[in-house]
């Protein structure tokens, strides 16, 4: 079992930086990829950012050139540097951790959320 924890969020004015954390524990040696997923009031849960486990990653087209993801492996933790931030990119920023303990199973985990406000 992995249990994920964000943090980092906050209030900023538009065109600030932010950087989230999501710290993984529990059997962290399983994780596979990870992902930043967000979602807005209204809005269907967003993919925004993804690193594997030989730290390949991928951007939504929305935050590319803007945002970057990366992970401390000594520290369990993965990170979301976000600038340039717009005001669309509020939203409740969830941390996401595949797991694959055995070659049959797969497991998904998510944080409880870390809310972003970017103000105009």
């Known amino acids: 079992q992995v249990q994920l924890a964000e943090s980092g969020g906050g209030l900023v004015q538009a065109g600030g930086s932010l950087r989230l954390s999501c710290v993984a524990s529990?059997?962290?040696?399983?994780?596979?990829?990870m992902n930043w997923y967000r979602q807005a009031p209204g809005k269907e849960r967003e993919f925004v950012a993804h690193?594997?486990?030989?730290?390949?990653?991928n951007y939504a087209d929305s935050v590319k050139g803007r945002f970057t993801i990366s992970r401390d492996n000594a520290k369990n933790t993965m990170y979301l540097q976000m600038n340039s931030l717009k005001p669309e990119d509020t939203a409740v920023y969830y941390c996401?951790?595949?797991?694959?303990?055995?070659?049959?199973?797969?497991?998904?985990?998510w944080g409880q959320g870390t809310q972003v406000t970017v103000s105009s």
């Open positions: 996401n951790a595949f797991a694959r303990p055995t070659v049959v199973d797969l497991q998904n985990y």
């Open positions: 529990g059997s962290t040696n399983s994780i596979t990829a």
């Open positions: 690193i594997s486990m030989d730290d390949r990653t």
